[in-house]
């Protein structure tokens, strides 16, 4: 009897499992102020640093949320790893609903964080920074002491994160595909003849 594999998961599986090991090298989203750079804001759901000066500031509560979203998105990865080779044992639709959600989970929470992230700044300094693109900022006479400083500031998203919404749809497509992987195969049954 040959083995049932969901090829969709199994895919979506190792697709999340390099998404986790490109995040931490590479951001989803880089901020960047001056040119060369000054100060820079790399972000993404398993790896956050905020540099001014060449100096990496650590913030260890948002390191702790770092690592628990590494986790949780290689704990999803692996489920859906095993899940892709067992996709017809009675514990596989468990392993597919715990694993498929978690990288949705992670671009919906990036994206949260972003925003939030956006406004917080907004609100406080009254600076409108770009999100994507690059723009010559002033910054307020508060920060400036009366005189007008212009500021090069630049945005953008990286592979990293259209890579995540690509594993998003891997996973979605691996949940749609369940019903024809778990599928018994047909048997034949052929009555001798007398």
């Not at 990496?56 to 949320?65: Q, S």
């Not at 990288?103 to 929470?109: F, G, R």
């Amino acid at each position: 009897m040959p083995r049932q594999i969901n090829y969709v998961a199994l895919v979506a599986g190792v697709v999340t499992l390099v998404l986790i090991a490109a995040s931490v090298f590479v951001p989803w989203w880089q901020f960047n102020v001056g040119n060369p750079a000054l100060a820079s804001v790399n972000f993404s759901p398993v790896n956050f640093n905020f540099a001014i000066f060449n100096t990496v500031l650590t913030v260890p509560i948002i390191w702790a949320l770092n690592l628990a979203c590494l986790l949780t998105l290689l704990a999803g990865g692996i489920a859906l790893l095993v899940y892709s080779v067992i996709p017809a044992k009675s514990y596989a639709k468990s392993l597919l609903g715990f694993g498929y959600k978690k990288p949705l989970y992670a671009v919906i929470l990036f994206l949260v964080e972003l925003f939030v992230l956006y406004l917080s700044v907004r609100l406080l300094t009254g600076v409108n920074l770009p999100l994507v693109g690059s723009t010559a900022l002033q910054l307020p006479e508060i920060f400036s002491g009366g005189i007008t400083v212009k500021v090069v500031v630049s945005a953008f998203f990286n592979w990293t994160f259209y890579l995540s919404i690509a594993v998003v749809v891997l996973c979605f497509a691996a949940r749609i595909y369940h019903g024809k992987a778990a599928k018994p195969p047909a048997t034949v049954t052929v009555n001798p003849k007398n």
